[in-house]
């Protein structure tokens, strides 16, 4: 039995408003065949529930006033804790110090990798990443620090050559605007490439966060490409997995199904489950309850 979580950043569950929502009118073939509708609230107020899927919405805001932010949400997500309550607020882009150290001490990755059971991070880095994060130019996201907690090997653009890693924008568009010599490849292709470094492991995450900019930009023609590749991404996933895979979407706050406000949103997030292990997640809430149940889900004690 393995877990593969994809986790889409600033992904929220709003109104059936085309005129404010991308995910009314994208073309979504494999999620309107999933669950007979648009993506929004029209659609999933009422949970979606059988052996094989789950299809339900779970509370982003962690019990604490103000809009849902990035590092809280989702070191909330990779740990089980709930980071807002920990540090009294939402914390917006890479995790503070407090975070860090809840990643540090409480990480997925940690907890799986303890017990002999390899947990990986699929999204491809670079050295020039690291670089700059060593010279103070950049963080760690949430999950790059929740990875390295669980002292996870990081694919690089070589494991991506070889078929085996997805940079975060499914199609390589972005290395090669870096000037990277790697062919674009189509969102099915990249989701053949992460089943293929899935089968390798007993839980892996894959990160997209081009949502979230490009919900922050109130970019409409950009949201509906983006929206369509991911359906391609995960249709591809959900049509490829062996029977004993189950696979986690979710998000860690809404963002681009408000496009009339440049924040992110109050908007519950999306759960979908797919494969044996989706009715345990039947019971999921909130933020903090992913980490645990995958645990369960894998016979780990928490």
């Known amino acids: 039995m393995a877990i593969l979580m994809i986790f889409i950043d600033g992904l929220g569950i709003g109104l059936d408003n085309p005129k404010i929502n991308p995910l009314s009118k994208a073309d979504l073939p494999f999620i309107h065949e999933t669950i007979r509708g648009n993506l929004t609230k029209t659609t999933i107020s009422n949970e979606i529930i059988n052996s094989k899927m789950i299809v339900k919405t779970i509370d982003a805001g962690l019990s604490v006033p103000g809009l849902p932010q990035s590092a809280t949400g989702q070191t909330s997500l990779f740990t089980g804790i709930n980071a807002a309550q920990a540090t ?11 975070l860090y150290a809840i ?17 990986i991070f699929a999204n491809t880095f670079t050295k020039e990443y690291f670089e700059a994060v060593r010279r103070g130019r950049w963080r760690y996201s949430a999950s790059t620090a929740a990875a390295m907690a669980g002292n996870c090997q990081f694919l690089m653009i070589e494991d991506l ?8 924008d499914l199609t390589n568009e972005q290395l090669q605007q870096k000037n990277y010599s790697i062919p674009l490849i189509t969102p099915e292709t990249a ?3 992460l089943l293929r470094q899935a089968k390798l492991n007993d839980f892996t995450l894959f990160e997209y966060f081009q949502t979230d900019h490009c919900g922050h930009a109130q970019d409409f023609d950009l949201a509906m490409v983006l929206l369509n590749r991911l359906d391609r991404f995960i249709g591809t996933v ?22 009339s406000v440049k924040t992110h949103t109050l908007n519950p997030v999306p759960l979908i489950v797919f ?11 909130s933020l903090t309850d992913i980490c645990p149940l995958i645990l369960a889900s894998m016979g780990i004690s928490v």
């Open 103 to 119: 990643l540090e001490n409480d990480s997925i990755f940690k907890k799986i990798n303890r017990t002999g059971r390899k947990g």
């Open 161 to 168: 050559n070889q078929g085996y890693a997805v940079y975060q």
């Open 275 to 285: 494969g044996p292990e989706a009715s345990k997640f039947s019971k999921a809430e």
């Open 88 to 98: 009294g607020r939402h914390i917006n882009g890479f995790p503070t110090k407090a």
């Open 191 to 193: 989701g053949v490439n």
């Open 238 to 259: 959900v049509r490829g997995m062996p029977p004993d895979f189950s696979l986690i979407i979710t998000s860690d706050h809404g963002n681009i199904e408000d496009l």
